[in-house]
């Protein structure tokens, strides 16, 4: 008690409270005492469902995803192919399954028979854009399981999410889960974004697959955003605020745009309905199109990007049996780490939005990934500072591929190639610039 | 042969007009539909109660409106607690407002003494109604 802060009654205030309740319906007599003594013989303060009894669950979910990633990882070790004289030598003791099958499937779309070494190490990739996939199926299922018990009212929200976390069985891991992979899903987008830009990735022929990726980041940060306000407690209040009045310092289209987001003057049941459709809906259509597209280019564009086999000086290549392997060691401890963060960190609920507002005494925070616009906001015009510079930095990496020199073909498929100066020194600039006024934020 | 062609595309450019001309039909209804507000606007005038609960020197925060209440030697006036700058409620700190969303201030009597925020906060006026008790008009 209160219901956003479990646990914050001691056993004696609970007693007591239980006493009072009886007392005001009267239930217990005037003088007679309640207290945890009785606790074995009364019925009425019955202890709580034990909360998160399913945590040492979840801990032997972790350790046998850690055996079966060890098991994958050991057996790697004798999966490579070479390319002797043009022709394919297998070093496998297996057969390498390279044939095509005769009508390729997506999954066959996305997993050649075979693909270079040098490329598919996870020094080069970083597994970055295939963990975002990942996580980003992790969020779709446990979002689906969400929707079965979340009540998208003001006076609903926060309760029902308190029934998720609380009540129903791996509520709170199914929550978590959602939370996490969310968050994690900002990262590897970033890192993948930054992993493309640094490996002259991002020229052409896949510039328009780095231009869908950076649709897919918005959409990303879009869709946290959307999720974060669904909780509609006091914590989003002001951030839901701000974000929303942002919009009215668009010249000319303002004031329609805010009508059409927050469907009011001031945000309210309308608005978290609008939210919530987006959310589960408007968004995530988005997030799978472009995403599916961002996929499908991936080979469309050629695969990985590489210099041409004769300039390759490895031309070692591992094949489909073992990309899939490392996909699946990936996975495994992937879904390790968010168990094990969804079992350890609670993600934030606070007291529901109350009206009239209470004054605000405490500081204020944007979620994390956009505490960079709060701190921007403190320093000029709410519209520069809010939707100016912040539409600034996405114009200045969508123009990268533009302004950037061609990276030749030799200096394809590793890191830092010297013709993408130009862009590797914007990149890393922005995603600095990212940081450093995050890292203010917090210290405000 | 002539006249054959320039009838069709008489017909090609009247059917692509026509549908030009109902996209634009059906954007303009979808731009009223969206432009639906389905919350009725939040309320413009608020009772606050009789003259007497508010003697000179009044100084009251009002959290439901949200403004600060105040009755000096110019009688009644009520100074709102929306930030400027994005709409924050400020927090009344002694003499000075401070809004924690990013850092705005202002004095006593509601001018911006630090930025972001640019315009002063609004006064609201404050009327007494015929039974006597005080209406604040929000706007």
Known sequence: MPWWKPGSLSEDEAWQLTAYLLRSNSLLPVGEELAIDQANFLAVHLPVRQVQDERGWQIILVGTLSLAAVGLYSLGKRTLIGRVNGSISNQNEGSARLKQPARPSFFHHLHPPSIPLPQARWRYTLGAGGLAVFFSLVVVVTGILEMFFYIPTPEQAGSSIQVISYSIPYGMLVRGLHFWAAQALVVVAVIHLLRVVLTGAFMPPRRFNYLLGLGLLVIILFLDFTGYVLRWDEGIRWALMVGTNLLKTIPVVGLALYGFVVGGEAPGLATLNRFYAWHIFGLTLFLIAVGVWHLFRVRRDGGIATPSPELRSDSRRITRDELVRREVLAMALATGGLILAATLFMPPIAPPISDPPTILTEEVRAPWFFLWIQQLLRHGGAFWMGVGIPLGALVILILLPYINKPVPDDQRGRWLPRAGRLAQIIAIGVVLAWLALTVLEMLE | ?139
């Open chain 2, 1 to 139: 042969m002539t006249e054959d062609i320039s009838r069709r595309s008489f017909l090609k450019l009247a059917v692509q007009g026509l549908v030009a001309i109902s996209g634009l039909l059906a954007l303009d209804g979808l731009r009223r539909y969206l432009s639906f507000k389905p919350a009725p606007p939040p309320p413009k005038r608020f009772e606050i109660g009789p003259e007497s609960d508010y003697p000179p020197g009044t100084r009251l925060v009002l959290p439901e409106i949200p403004a600060v209440l105040i009755h000096d030697q110019d009688g009644y006036h009520a100074l709102s607690l929306v930030c400027t700058h994005l709409g924050c409620v400020v927090e009344r700190q002694v003499d000075v407002y401070a809004c924690n969303c990013h850092g705005s201030r202002y004095d006593k009597s509601g001018k911006v003494t630090r930025g972001p925020a640019i315009h002063s906060l609004p006064v609201f006026q404050v009327e007494r109604n015929q039974d006597g008790r005080l209406v604040i008009l929000k706007g």
